[in-house]
């Protein structure tokens, strides 16, 4: 089983950044790509961004386009999202997750197999 660890978040003013990261550790299977989910309290999760492995192409959600970045370290096998000009719309808990196969895109939650736990992002106004 693959387990995925996200850090980084915490509390910021808006106008502000934070980096999150996320570790992947547990057996070993193959990865097609990797995404960053947000879910505020009473809202669905939304994709944020995604990263394929290999090539490391990168889709982000229009909301974030131009201000977050996706990034991943193949070696170190983790993926990182810097977010800058956070605004309190951007306040959420935020997943990562992992795809072993395409075939679905990378908006979807079902796309992936396995998920962190979640790190909160604050922002105040």
């Known amino acids: 089983q693959v387990q995925l660890v996200e850090s980084g978040g915490g509390s910021v003013q808006a106008g502000g950044s934070l980096r999150l990261s996320c570790s992947a550790s547990g057996r070993s299977f193959s990865t097609y790509a990797k995404g960053w989910f947000r879910q505020a309290p009473g809202k669905e999760r939304e994709f944020v961004a995604a990263i394929t492995w290999s090539y490391g192409s990168t889709y982000y959600a229009d909301s974030v386009k131009g201000r977050f970045t996706i990034s991943r370290d193949i070696a170190k096998n983790t993926v990182d999202l810097q977010m800058n000009s956070l605004n309190p719309e951007d306040m959420a808990v935020y997943y990562c997750?992992?795809?072993?196969?395409?075939?679905?895109?990378?908006?979807?939650?079902?796309?992936?197999?396995?998920w962190g736990q979640g790190t909160q992002v604050t922002v105040s106004s």
């Open positions: 997750a992992g795809m072993r196969n395409a075939g679905l895109g990378f908006r979807s939650p079902r796309a992936y197999n396995y």
